[in-house]
T-cell receptor, first 111, second 111 residues
Framework: QQPVQSPQAVILREGEDAVINCSSS?????VHWYRQKHGEAPVFLMI?????EQKGHEKISASFNEKKQQSSLYLTASQLSYSGTYFC????????????FGQGTTLQVKP | KAGVTQTPRYLIKTRGQQVTLSCSPI?????VSWYQQTPGQGLQFLFE???????NKGNFPGRFSGRQFSNSRSEMNVSTLELGDSALYLC??????????FGPGTRLTVT
């Protein structure tokens, strides 16, 4: 089951904040966040694991609500370089389950 | 350390033909996953190989198949191509179940 991301698109001015949400109808083991810039491959941002462990870039902030099967990615004081499409991926069947990605959230940061 | 490489980068095929795409993971990575990316559809999971065994499979028809070799290099094959198979095919490697490193993709056009 593909996770659902919201919003589908967001436009910001430099310095503004944004939150991208990811929700699943199934119990989740982990949530993964990636960013893809136009014409480039997706790049890893963060993994949030059941139980509270997180691995990822220090400048990226995210949360994982295991009870609600939801995750949120927090982009604060946005920079032009934050522009791109953000994908959340979810594993629902333990550590070796398939990683299923949402449809993506397009973020555009304007000067 | 060299990144994930995919060959060829671009491919044009005719309906009914078959195609083989190749992916060389980062040295030491044992897992290779394949995704199909089309506009508006996000990253659709095809399959994942770990130590030469298919560990997970997505919801694609049997025309899509793959394999992984002892050196972790992976190939995917699509037989009897259809127009709807036109897409960017991405492979991603990881050591196990953690962050994935994506290759640049193979852009397949079916005419």
């Amino acid at each position: 089951q593909q996770p659902v991301q919201s919003p589908q698109a967001v436009i910001l001015r430099e310095g503004e904040d944004a939150v991208i949400n990811c929700s699943s109808s199934k119990a989740l083991y982990s949530v993964h966040w990636y960013r893809q810039k136009h014409g480039e491959a997706p790049v890893f941002l963060m993994i949030l694991l059941k139980g509270g462990e997180q691995k990822g870039h220090e400048k990226i902030s995210a949360s994982f609500n295991e009870k609600k099967q939801q995750s949120s990615l927090y982009l604060t004081a946005s920079q032009l370089s934050y522009s791109g499409t953000y994908f959340c991926g979810t594993r629902g069947s333990g550590n070796t389950g398939k990683l299923i990605f949402g449809q993506g959230t397009t973020l555009q940061v304007k000067p | 350390k060299a990144g994930v490489t995919q060959t060829p980068r671009y491919l044009i095929k005719t309906r009914g033909q078959q195609v083989t795409l190749s992916c060389s993971p980062i040295s030491g990575h044992r897992s290779v996953s394949w995704y199909q990316q089309t506009p508006g559809q996000g990253l659709q999971f095809l399959f994942e190989y770990f130590s030469e065994t298919q560990r997970n499979k997505g919801n694609f028809p049997g025309r899509f198949s793959g394999r992984q070799f002892s050196n972790s290099r992976s190939e995917m094959n699509v037989s009897t191509l259809e127009l709807g198979d036109s897409a960017l095919y991405l492979c991603a490697s990881s050591w196990g179940n953690d962050e994935q490193y994506f290759g640049p993709g193979t852009r397949l056009t079916v005419t």
